[in-house]
């Protein structure tokens, strides 16, 4: 049977998406929310289309082995924040089992149907599970996951670009809150490229997954608006770059769900979730700022994607 502790509950999420609409926004949680936005999920890292996955998966299958080597030894916690269907994180689990542990896994999303998907895979392959379903922009959530100083050692991973979808100069910090001298944190983002890195995210099969949330509620594209891509740099550190989406609508639209409704008038904008890129030395300082130390670093192999292993700083 899987197990799925709530935090954020469905009736949340549904109040939460009618505000988000009504402020013309969609935050990163709505992405993943829909039955028909996690079938576009899946087919994104399936296809291979999504390059950011893909560079994480490989990266894990390459270095797995030297990862968990530097693991105490003794009973281990693994817990993934915003760990989607838990793909990357069986690479882990697997090596974890294979140097003799046995590890728990504790995957954290908002979205129960990539949960479900993560928790059953997990327990499909023998591992103890227990999912949290939970906001991480909420910070009563992740105070939550706080871990009493004699609990086990744990590794908290945030994996596939995640760190991405939040403020960089916030989340760090609340990430080192949570660890304690004994934990370690696996985080990796992209690296920006002037060329590449717009091309990732601004073509057909990825175009599908970001609109999943307004095909959701009854619109089109291009009947009803047009999804815009841009990239920008966050001006608060050097080395910080968005990538920015938003849907314009193309005449008066009315989004109707569950007998609420939001209408939007010709030539309004819904801004979407930005996904932040680093240059190397940022992406590092980001961490060392909110003390953290980093304790080996992986890059892909194009280099266009870091992955970092860190623990408190002392």
């Known amino acids: 049977m899987i197990q799925i502790d709530v935090l954020l509950s469905e009736y949340q999420i549904a109040q939460e998406f009618m505000a988000a609409l009504a ?38 299958q390459t270095h797995a082995s030297d990862l968990v080597s530097m693991m105490p030894t003794g009973p281990i916690e693994v817990i993934s924040l915003g760990a989607g269907q838990g793909t990357k994180d069986l690479l882990l689990l697997e090596q974890l089992r294979q140097q003799g542990r046995a590890p728990r896994y504790r995957p954290v999303d908002a979205s129960q149907g990539l949960l479900e998907l993560a928790c059953q895979t997990a327990q499909e392959q023998q591992f103890d599970c227990r999912g949290l379903k939970a906001d991480l922009s909420n910070s009563a959530h992740l105070t939550a996951l706080q871990a009493n100083q004699d609990d086990p050692p ?17 989340l760090p910090r609340q990430l080192a809150a949570m660890l304690r001298p004994q934990d370690f944190l696996l985080l990796d983002g992209e690296l920006f490229s002037p060329t590449e890195t717009l091309a990732g995210y601004d073509n057909p099969i990825n175009r599908q997954f970001a609109f999943g949330p307004l095909r959701s509620v009854g619109l089109s594209e291009p009947r009803d608006g047009t999804l815009h ?48 890129k680093y240059d190397r030395e940022t992406m590092v300082s980001l961490l060392t700022t909110a003390g953290m130390q980093p304790v080996a670093q992986y890059a892909s192999d194009d280099k266009r994607f870091l992955t970092l292993l860190a623990t408190r700083s002392p």
Not at 154 to 170: E, H, Q, S, V
């Open 154 to 170: 744990r590794l908290i991973m945030m994996l596939g670009n995640t760190l991405g979808a939040f403020d960089p100069l916030t």
């Open 229 to 276: 891509f841009a990239t920008d740099r966050d001006d608060r550190q050097p080395g910080l770059y968005r990538i920015r989406k938003h849907f314009q609508a193309a005449r008066d639209l009315t989004i109707m769900l569950a007998g609420e409704t939001v209408r939007l008038v010709a030539g309004a904008r819904i801004e979407m979730n930005w996904s932040y």
């Open 23 to 60: 402020r013309h926004e969609l935050p990163e949680k709505f992405f993943y929310w829909f039955p028909l936005s996690v079938r576009a999920w899946l087919n994104l890292c399936n296809d291979g289309a999504y390059r950011n996955f893909v560079r994480s998966h490989s990266v894990l």
